[in-house]
């Protein structure tokens, strides 16, 4: 069902009135995780007005280590519903577990992390939902891999998922992963999907997240993912790789004007 072959179209996912793909450009911005009230609304409105087309925010994470901090859990739902509200952003969040379905009625586009990809029970069973899915790559996924993780969900009902480049595992160090940014011609060649890149997982640095995020619009991305956070240095997750408001505003009218040339 992911196959451009028997699709020849350009599908486009609707989130919440977001569109993504078949030439519409979809920015998701926010905070690694939901830590208060006052950081995410402020970050969500920094967003809205630097033109952010989706906010994002964890709630349920998946730290290396589980002495990190594990998200807010439903409760961040809450907030990130608040923010919602105040904004009118649609907003994406990371399920980890079919246990965790029941919290996120109102959020209009399920997040399946990196680690999560081949989970093919959560899959299936997001699969059986009528809500856009976000597929992360795993860390060392192939292409043949990934798609066929994103037909585990399309084979149950539900073909509206988008892909998520994040950067893979490779042997360089002084990167968190490595982006791989021929994903996107090839997932477009291979698939009708839409193929969105997150610069900020791929190279775990802020100042990588402009030339990563200008490569993707250069390469025909069809959207960003980009951590924002109103005070990246009192991040409980992820701070080294958050843009501050001042700086998403800047690289939004870069993009916006790079589109605009391509
Ligand atoms: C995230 O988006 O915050 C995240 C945990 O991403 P990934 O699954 O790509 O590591
Ligand atoms: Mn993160």
Request: aromatic residues 4%.
């Amino acid at each position: 069902k992911a196959n451009r072959k028997f699709h020849p179209d350009d599908s486009v996912i609707n989130v919440g009135g977001a569109l993504i793909g078949g030439g519409n450009f979809a920015v998701m911005a926010g905070p690694c995780s939901v830590e208060t009230p006052e950081q995410v609304l402020a970050t969500a409105k920094a967003c809205k007005e630097a033109g952010a087309t989706i906010l994002r925010g964890g709630a349920f994470k998946p730290r290396t280590s589980p002495y990190s901090f594990q998200g807010m859990g439903p409760e961040g739902l809450e907030l990130l519903e608040l923010a919602k509200k105040e904004t009118g952003l649609p907003i994406v969040s990371e399920v980890m577990d079919i246990s965790q379905l029941q919290y996120f009625d109102n959020v209009d586009m399920l997040q399946i992390g990196a680690r999560n990809m081949q989970n093919f029970t959560l899959l299936k069973e997001v699969g059986k939902l009528n809500k856009p899915v976000l597929l992360k790559r795993g860390l060392s996924a192939t292409y043949e891999e990934w798609l066929m993780a994103a037909e585990y969900i399309m084979s149950e009902g539900n073909e509206q998922v988008v892909l998520c480049e994040r950067g893979i595992r490779t042997f360089e160090t002084k990167t968190r992963n490595t982006l791989d940014v021929t994903a996107i011609p090839m997932m477009h060649e291979l698939s009708h999907l839409p193929i969105i890149m997150d610069p900020s997982h791929a190279a775990g640095m802020s100042r990588m997240v402009r030339p990563l995020s200008l490569a993707s619009v250069g390469g025909g991305a069809d959207g960003l993912m980009i951590e924002v956070h109103n005070d990246p240095s009192k991040a409980l997750c992820d701070g080294p790789q958050a843009l501050r408001p001042d700086q998403f505003t800047s690289l939004m009218k870069e993009i916006i004007a790079l589109r605009q040339a391509l």
